[in-house]
């Protein structure tokens, strides 16, 4: 019986296959400071997983849909799905990802039975709350613990994950906030109409009607981004769509209408939200086939 605790400079893995727990395959997180490798797709036969942003972003895509995983947002991938990035890549930002057994007897334990109740959700994407982090962390902490017996070890990492569990079917079950969700999509609209602009966190706090100070906490709770943050991405997405469609424009032109201080620091902002510089997404753009 084992327990492996695999830890690297941006991810830590959690190796249970070698335990003596029969449901627990790997838990993993990463901490990436720029965006990284695609996630190329595969399946997890006969596994559920559950993945949760803590901060950033993630795209996924699951057999032909995408979905957008932001900060404090919980997503499950299913038994046999089809599922990846969808060619974008693992984004700047820290997620968790827990991989499980699903059980196929028909008496299972209770770690199985709560499995059980997890398929039988009908969603698979919805918010978390401050509590899934704290529950992910203890179980990496109980599994790195040197001075503790296998056994026990094994027991606590189990009880720990029937409580992580029991928290996200409570939280899958929960109604969504109808009104923040408009008053979200109000302001999202509002940066999106206006990237070109030197929009203010007073003028945005003003369209949600909150404070300044309570409208940072607000949109970093509602949408996983701070403001800024979103406000950056949404103009990057914007620059790569621009690029892509015209690969003459100029990028002096382009980071000065998007209100980026510097050409040098609108590369690297690319960078860090792409994984590619300005130019070697004039590159790709350039070498696409023409549809005749």
Request: contains cysteine; charged residues 30%; positive net charge.
């Amino acid at each position: 019986m084992h327990i492996h605790v695999n830890k690297a400079k941006t991810r830590t893995i959690i190796d249970f296959t070698k335990s003596g727990v029969d449901e627990l395959v790997v838990l993993g997180k990463y901490n990436y400071k720029k965006a990284e490798n695609i996630l190329e797709n595969h399946v997890h036969k006969g596994m559920i997983e559950i993945c949760y942003s803590d901060k950033g972003t993630q795209w996924f895509a699951v057999t032909d849909q995408q979905y957008l995983v932001r900060g404090g947002d919980i997503f499950i991938h299913y038994p046999g799905e089809l599922h990846g990035s969808g060619g974008k890549p693992e984004e700047k930002g820290c997620l968790y990802w827990f991989i499980l057994n699903v059980p196929s007897s028909k008496k299972y334990s209770t770690t199985g039975f709560l499995i059980q109740e997890l398929l039988r959700l009908d969603r698979r994407h919805f918010r978390g709350d401050g509590e899934i982090k704290k529950m992910l962390e203890n179980i990496f902490a109980t599994c790195s613990q040197k001075d503790v017996s296998p056994e026990m070890t094994e027991i606590k990492a189990t009880l720990l994950t029937q409580v992580f569990l029991l928290k996200v079917i409570e939280l899958a079950k929960e109604k969504i906030k109808v009104p923040d969700n408009e008053r979200i999509q109000k302001i999202f609209t509002l940066i999106n109409d206006n990237l070109t602009e030197n929009i203010s966190i007073k003028t945005l706090a003003k369209a949600a009607n909150l404070s300044e100070s309570r409208f940072k906490n607000w949109f970093r709770e509602t949408s996983g981004f701070t403001p800024l943050d979103y406000v950056q991405r949404k103009r990057i997405e914007y620059a790569v769509d621009k690029i892509k469609s015209d690969p003459d424009s100029s990028f002096y032109d382009l980071a000065n209408s998007l209100n980026f201080s510097s050409q040098q620091y609108f590369t690297a902002v690319v960078k860090k939200f792409t994984g590619k510089t300005p130019s070697e997404i004039r590159t790709e753009a350039d070498r696409r086939p023409i549809n005749n």
